[in-house]
């Protein structure tokens, strides 16, 4: 399976602990996108790589937050000191970016408890 | 900022019958995906429109993009169990990121 793959796909922990994301987009594409979802709402953008450069974070994403994409294909998403407002599945998506159109492909996505 | 607005939110419906799923925004977007997620699982990509006035079918699945690019509609035709799930439209606008809809939950009942 070539898809965008996540690891791990769930997590659980302790409020005020460290966590880390790993996000292994579909080979040949150049973008990597990372988004949050709560339950029962839609994935809202969190930020955006195109090759090694983040191009993009949203307000959403305080500075607790760090993502890297540092040879241009994996990529990581850490959270420093969880909050349970943390608490949501993060997807990766990557796409192959040629003009303004382009299809983005998900991962399965990670979930993260924090208690 | 660019808003999607899906409709109905939710959906419950015997099989057989047939629906709607409506995907709106006063923004213009270059193309609109449709996604349909399972609990617990990532989006799967069910279909990019990029034409206005675009009509795509998969099966018993029609979708429909606005001739302005602003809209777009999901039809199902005889639902079955099996397409159960939160259906979402997403929406570029020509620039990197897609901007996803607050989601249809549709449940289908044998």
């Known amino acids: 399976d070539t898809g965008v793959s996540q690891d791990p796909r769930h997590k659980i922990t302790k409020r005020g602990q460290n966590v880390t994301f790993r996000c292994d987009p579909i080979?040949?594409?150049?973008?990597l996108y990372w988004y949050r979802q709560t339950l029962g709402q839609g994935p809202e953008f969190l930020t955006y790589?195109?090759?090694?450069?983040?191009?993009?974070k949203s307000r959403l994403l305080s500075d607790r937050f760090s993502a890297e994409r540092p040879k241009g294909s994996f990529s990581t998403l850490e959270i420093q000191r969880t909050e349970q407002g943390d608490s949501a599945m993060y997807l990766c998506?990557?796409?192959?970016?040629?003009?303004?159109?382009?299809?983005?492909?998900f991962g399965e996505g990670s979930w993260l408890t924090v208690v | 900022t660019q808003l999607l607005e899906q409709s109905p939110q939710f959906l419950s419906i015997q099989e057989g019958e047939n629906l709607t799923v409506y995907c709106n925004s006063s923004?213009?977007?270059?193309?609109l995906q449709w996604y349909r997620q399972e609990p617990g699982e990532g989006p799967v990509l069910l279909v990019t429109?990029?034409?206005?006035?675009e009509v795509k079918k998969l099966k018993r699945l029609t979708f429909q993009f606005g001739d302005a690019r602003k809209d777009s509609s999901l039809h199902i035709t005889a639902a079955q169990p099996g397409d159960t799930g939160l259906y979402l439209c997403?929406?570029?606008?020509?620039?990197?990121?897609?901007?996803f809809g607050t989601g249809t939950r549709l449940k289908v009942l044998a």
């Open positions: 998506a990557s796409s192959l970016a040629e003009g303004a159109t382009h299809t983005i492909y």
């Open positions: 080979s040949e594409h150049n973008r």
């Open positions: 923004s213009v977007f270059s193309s």
């Open positions: 429109v990029v034409t206005g006035g």
């Open positions: 790589f195109q090759n090694e450069a983040q191009l993009e």
């Open positions: 997403a929406g570029g606008g020509g620039t990197y990121k897609y901007i």
